[in-house]
C-alpha cells in the first residue's frame, strides 16, 4: 500500500524557515516524481515544487522560487521541502503527492495527510 507521510510543519515568524519531509513507502521510488501542493483556506490548492526521482530534475511554482528548495534522499525514499524566508501568504496545509512526472500535466496517483504551516507576522 502506498504511503505518503508529511512531518515538519508548525507556526513560524515571518523570515524563518522550516523543513518539510515526506517519506514514501509502497512503490518504487525511482520510478515516480514527488510534488509539494498546498492549499490556503478558500482558496485552490497549488502546485509549488516537483522532483523526479530518478535524476533529481526539479521544478517550482513562481510563488516560491529562489526561497524553497526540494530535495531527495533516495536511501530514505524522502523528499524534503526547504522553506526559506517565509511570509505570512505561505500559510497553508501542505500536501506531497505521488505524481507520474514534474512536467506536461501528470495525474496524482496518492496524497499525503498533508501538514499545517502557518506563518505569522
Known amino acids: 500500500e502506498v504511503q505518503l507521510v508529511e512531518s515538519g510543519g508548525g507556526l513560524v515568524q515571518a523570515g524563518g524557515s522550516l523543513r518539510l519531509s515526506c517519506a514514501a513507502s509502497?512503490?518504487?521510488?525511482?520510478?515516480?516524481?514527488i510534488a509539494w501542493f498546498r492549499q490556503a483556506p478558500e482558496k485552490e490548492r497549488e502546485g509549488i515544487s516537483c522532483i523526479t526521482n530518478r535524476d533529481d530534475a526539479t521544478y517550482y511554482g513562481d510563488s516560491v522560487k529562489g526561497r524553497f528548495t526540494i530535495s531527495s534522499d533516495n536511501a530514505k525514499n524522502t523528499v524534503y521541502l526547504q522553506m526559506n524566508s517565509l511570509k505570512p501568504e505561505d500559510t497553508a496545509v501542505y500536501y506531497c503527492?505521488?505524481?507520474?512526472?514534474?512536467?506536461?500535466?501528470?495525474?496524482?496517483?496518492?496524497w499525503g495527510q498533508g501538514t499545517q504551516v502557518t506563518v505569522s507576522s
Open positions: 503527492a505521488l505524481v507520474g512526472g514534474c512536467t506536461g500535466a501528470p495525474g496524482v496517483y496518492w
Open positions: 509502497g512503490f518504487t521510488f525511482d520510478d515516480y516524481a
